[in-house]
């Protein structure tokens, strides 16, 4: 395998891990009629009532769709927990875009994705295992991604560490025109519709106002849906990012799931370090 695919192989999978950052920046104003203006003021209290419960919930279960440009289109499901960073598995198919053609090249547009406290896994496939003796999975450890693409991955892995459902509230509460929209039915329950655009400026949270810098973003849109257990069960984030405009829209359920995640096999495990050293053309 050429070492550029290997590196390409690399953003693939870091990509997948970025569900805390969206993009594309909207132009609807604040005052859009059906606007429940009375609801401004009680903004705050509602919100950090949901970043409270959604973080002591600390797992659930997760189905997200990501659009970026041309770039790719994802979607992904499985169950996480962030009781001590992030854990959990995902499937991801990658359904669009040239991510999906370099997949494909690679035997597939599917992978499933484990999170561990030190590291996270990708599982590639047999025409994958073909090219790295036998080796089915990748280990990337946090503190080595920010190899990817020559240090373009920096603050990655402090990135997948820190993305929980409560990092959009964050972001919302960070609005200076948050609104609630009203009541709408989500997964067959009624849930309150909050909106919001938030300027990466204004990001009090310095973790996440680097995140957002880093990608490019200058302006979000932020939509989520609270339950009436002051539960995150949508979210849809929307924004521009240097890489393009960038949708993504997830579903929470299952609050409390029991989360699994275990760690592949040494013997069909290669390190990303130690791939990238193996292929031609690198050091």
């Known amino acids: 395998m050429q070492g550029t695919t290997v590196r390409r192989v690399g953003l693939v999978l870091a990509a997948t891990a970025l569900t805390g950052v969206a993009a594309c920046t909207s132009q609807e104003s604040s005052d859009t009629p059906g606007l429940d203006r009375a609801a401004r003021g ?141 009541e709408e039915r989500v997964g067959g329950r009624s849930a309150a519709h909050w909106s919001g655009t938030v300027t990466a400026a204004d990001v009090a949270d310095d973790g996440l106002r680097k995140q957002l810098t880093e990608a490019g973003v200058t302006t979000e849109t932020v939509d989520i849906w609270i339950d009436k257990r002051n539960l995150l069960v949508k979210k849809v984030e929307k924004a521009r990012m240097a890489t393009g405009l960038m949708t993504q829209t997830a579903h929470y359920a299952d609050y409390g799931v029991a989360v699994r995640a275990e760690r592949p096999p040494r013997s069909d495990t290669g390190d990303f370090q130690d791939l990238m050293r193996e292929q031609p053309g690198t050091s």
Do not use: C
């Not at 770039?71 to 992030?86: E, K, P, R, V, Y």
């Open 42 to 182: 009680r903004a705050p209290d509602a919100l950090r009532a949901a970043e409270r419960a959604t973080e002591h919930a600390e797992s659930a279960r997760v189905e997200s769709t990501t659009t970026m440009g041309a770039l790719m289109s994802m979607t992904a499901d499985g169950t996480l927990g962030w009781s001590d960073g992030i854990t959990g598995t995902l499937t991801i198919e990658y359904t669009g875009g040239t991510i999906a053609d370099t997949m494909r090249r690679l035997g597939t547009t599917s992978m499933e994705a484990r999170y561990l406290p030190e590291a996270y896994y990708a599982r590639m496939g047999e025409k994958f295992a073909e090219q790295t003796g036998g080796r089915r999975w990748i280990r990337y450890a946090y503190e080595d991604l920010e190899a990817l693409a020559g240090g373009s991955g920096a603050h990655l892995g402090d990135q997948m560490r820190s993305t929980t459902p409560n990092q959009s509230v964050k972001l919302l509460l960070s609005s200076g025109d948050v609104r609630k929209v009203g």
